[in-house]
């Protein structure tokens, strides 16, 4: 029983006098080239001799320094101990300018209680700069795009996309140094950044600007006017929805016009500059073409169509084919009230009166032959303007 309090009792003076102690690192999380104490807690004086050991037992090979009191403080030096260690009364160790080696267990033997303490001591490293790779400069929408955040001694990786979330659809990997598109879109392109971060840092990355190649689509020429008189100029605007932007060749009925250009000019147009012309459009980087075609009348009769022609113009030939109309219609209608229908009636006299007098034969007047003829060319002119 003696024995048990006799080994007991250093423990027990140990709490009673300081605490329970216990070994702090300050700062939490050192870093390469900065410093660090290995703090002994809840002793605020002078704890008598102790010794510090790098591993997580008191071994002599691996002995840093040892602190002895018999008057005041003597400082011994383990096989391990350089200039960039110093300790104080109360059984803390110091280390400065710490270097990646210096990480791993240690120890302190406190010889006024026989007890050991043991920390582990971590080294952080600050993140080094990420940077964005991409195996393809040449990106093509609906291809699969990956693109690499490149960084040392992150704990975390996180990607934007103009300031903002990455686009639905792409996929992390790697603990987020990967960004994967299976399916890449047009929309997908964009401006991104990967951040790096662990406990002691943070960096991001230069921008990375994706471009996504597509089309090109939509392809349309334009112009002010497509009938023009000879002389005058014209100037044809072929356009499309094109990335990045596409090589343009111009067609005059079939023949190449040697123009590069997203326009073609007619500055002076001749009878000869008539025709169809058409705009190829061709993405260098999809390989894919579309066109689109205007025809252009040169003459100098611009009636041949509205194209051209003034408002007052326009409404001087409407207004003048209606009233052709109308007098048509009227010549028609006094035509019809001055031969036909006399016509009608006298056939229908003709045919009541030969019914009320059959039987009077003597009554009925005699026509000769001239009046027969006379009415039967009458008849047969009205018919011919009717016709007319």
């Known amino acids: 029983m003696w024995i048990c309090l006799i080994s007991v009792f250093p423990y027990l003076w140990l709490e009673m006098v300081y605490g329970i102690a216990s070994l702090q690192l300050i700062p939490q999380y050192p870093t390469i080239s900065g410093s660090v104490t290995l703090n002994v807690m809840e002793i605020t004086e002078n704890i008598g001799d102790f010794t510090w050991y790098k591993g997580s037992k008191p071994e002599i090979p691996y002995g840093i320094l040892s602190f002895i009191y018999p008057n005041s403080p003597i400082i011994f030096r383990g096989p391990l101990y350089n200039d960039r260690f110093s300790a104080f009364n109360n059984g803390s160790l110091r280390i400065k300018d710490l270097r990646a080696t210096d990480g791993g267990n240690y120890t302190v033997q406190l010889k006024k209680t026989f007890e050991n303490l043991t920390v582990s001591l971590i080294i952080y490293e600050s993140v080094t700069k990420p940077r964005i790779t991409a195996f393809t400069t040449q990106l093509k929408e609906n291809e699969v ?161 509205t194209s051209g022609l003034s408002p007052i113009i326009i409404a001087g030939v409407v207004c003048g084919t209606a009233l052709s109309i109308v007098v048509i219609l009227g010549v028609t209608y006094l035509l019809n009230k001055m031969y036909i229908t006399p016509l009608g009636e006298a056939q229908r006299g003709k045919q009541d009166e030969s019914e009320i007098y059959e039987n009077v034969a003597d009554l009925q007047p005699k026509m000769n032959d001239s009046f027969y003829t006379d009415l039967q060319y009458k008849s047969e002119n009205v018919y011919n303007i009717m016709i007319r």
């Open 145 to 305: 795009f990956t693109l690499i955040c490149t960084t040392e001694h992150a704990m975390t990786i996180r990607w934007t996309r103009n300031g903002a979330g990455i686009p639905s659809g792409s996929l992390l990997f790697r603990d987020n140094k990967t960004l994967t598109f299976p399916n890449v879109k047009r929309g997908d392109a964009g401006e991104y950044r990967c951040e790096a971060q662990n406990l002691v840092s943070a960096s991001t990355s230069d921008l990375y600007t994706m471009t996504v190649a597509y089309g090109p689509d939509m392809v349309h020429i334009t112009s002010g006017r497509l009938n023009v008189k000879p002389g005058s100029s014209i100037t044809l605007t072929c356009s499309a929805d094109s990335v990045p932007p596409p090589e343009y060749q111009w067609k005059h009925n079939g023949t190449d016009l040697r123009e590069k250009t997203n326009k073609y000019i007619i500055s002076n147009a001749a009878p000869e500059d008539e025709g169809l012309y058409t705009c190829v459009v061709r993405n260098p980087v999809t390989l894919g073409t579309a066109i689109d075609s205007a025809y252009v009348n040169v003459t100098a009769d611009i009636a041949v169509g």
